[in-house]
C-alpha cells in the first residue's frame, strides 16, 4: 500500500476525528436531543477517540508508512475501530453540526480499511507471526462471536416474541449498535477462528487486527459505562463485566500474538 496514502487518509481521519470527538466533549449542547443514555455513551466514546484512538491512528499510520509489518496491523485495526465507532455515529446519532464529519470519517475508514486489506500479503503475515498462540486466540473469537451473539438475543428475542420494542431503543428508531454487531462483529469473530484453526493464512492477519479492535472498542465502551453511571443511567452489570473481560483478553492476546511477530518489512502491496 503506497506510503503517501496511508499519511494522507491517517490524517485526514485524525483530524477530523479529533474535530468531531472534540466537539463532543466540550460542546455542551451537542447531544441535546439525544436521550440522556445515548449522549453519556458518545461522550465516553468521544474522550476514547480524542485521547486514546486519534494518537494510535497517527503513531501506528507512522510506522506503517516506514515498512512496519507490525505498525500496519495495529494501523489497520485501528482504521475498523473509526470505521465502526463512526458508521454508528452517521446512523445513531440525532442529527447534529457533526453529521458531515460522522460520514467523511466513516467513508475514508470504509475505503481506507478495504485498500489495507486488499494489499496485505498475508502469507507473509503467517510466517512472522510463527509460535503465535493461535488455539488460544482462535477460542477467543469463539467467546467473542459467542458472548456478544447470546447478549443481544437476549435483548431482541422477547421483544420480538412481545410485540414491544426493547427497553435500550428508548426514543430511537432502531439498533444500529446491535446490527452491527450481529452483521459484522459475530460472523467476523467466527470467520476468524475458523480460519485460524484451519491455520489460514488469512486466519493470522483477521486476527491481529480483531485484537486491536477489541481493545480500542473495548476501551470505548467502559468509556461509556461510566460515562452512563456518571450520569445516573442503570448499566447492565453483565455486559460490562463482558467488556471488561473483552478487553483486558484483547489486550493480553495482543501483545502475545505481536510479541511473537517477526516485524522485517511492510507487507506489499
Known amino acids: 500500500m503506497d506510503k503517501k496514502i496511508i499519511i494522507i487518509t491517517s490524517a ?32 465516553g466514546n468521544d474522550l476514547v477517540t480524542f ?4 494518537p494510535l491512528l497517527l503513531v501506528s499510520a507512522y510506522y506503517a508508512a516506514r515498512g512496519s509489518l507490525r505498525g500496519r496491523l495495529i494501523w ?8 465502526y465507532t463512526y458508521a454508528s455515529m452517521s ?4 442529527y447534529n453540526q457533526m453529521f458531515l464529519a460522522y460520514v467523511a470519517i466513516f467513508s475514508l475508514s470504509l475505503y481506507t480499511f478495504a485498500a489495507s486489506i486488499l ?6 503475515v503467517r510466517e512472522s507471526l510463527t509460535g503465535a498462540p493461535v488455539k488460544v486466540t482462535a477460542g477467543f473469537m469463539f467467546f467473542i462471536g459467542i458472548a456478544i451473539l447470546l447478549m443481544w438475543l437476549g435483548v431482541i428475542i422477547p421483544s ?12 430511537y428508531t432502531t439498533l444500529v449498535i446491535q446490527a452491527l454487531d450481529l452483521g459484522v462483529v459475530v460472523p467476523l469473530a467466527f470467520i476468524t477462528g475458523v480460519l485460524l484453526l484451519k491455520n489460514d493464512a488469512w486466519g493470522y492477519a483477521l486476527a491481529s487486527i480483531v ?14 459505562v461510566l460515562f452512563m453511571i456518571l450520569n445516573g443511567v442503570e448499566v447492565v452489570a453483565a455486559q460490562a463485566l463482558l467488556f471488561i473481560v473483552l ?9 502475545a500474538f505481536y510479541g511473537k511477530m517477526k516485524d522485517k518489512t511492510m507487507v506489499p502491496a
Open 160 to 171: 420480538l416474541v412481545s410485540g414491544e420494542a426493547p427497553a435500550l431503543l428508548e426514543t
Open 247 to 255: 478487553v483486558a483478553c484483547s489486550l493480553i492476546l495482543a501483545v
Open 211 to 224: 485484537l486491536i479492535k477489541g481493545i480500542t472498542l473495548g476501551t470505548g465502551i467502559l468509556s461509556m
Open 119 to 124: 494489499t496485505l500479503d498475508v502469507n507473509k
Open 12 to 43: 485526514l481521519i485524525a483530524i477530523l476525528a479529533a474535530i468531531a470527538s472534540g466537539a463532543g466533549l466540550l460542546w455542551e449542547d451537542l447531544y441535546k436531543n439525544d436521550t440522556v443514555s445515548g449522549a453519556a455513551q458518545m461522550t
Open 76 to 83: 489497520t485495526g485501528t482504521i475498523f475501530f473509526f470505521l
Open 51 to 54: 485521547v486514546f484512538c486519534v
Open 91 to 94: 446512523f445513531l446519532a440525532t
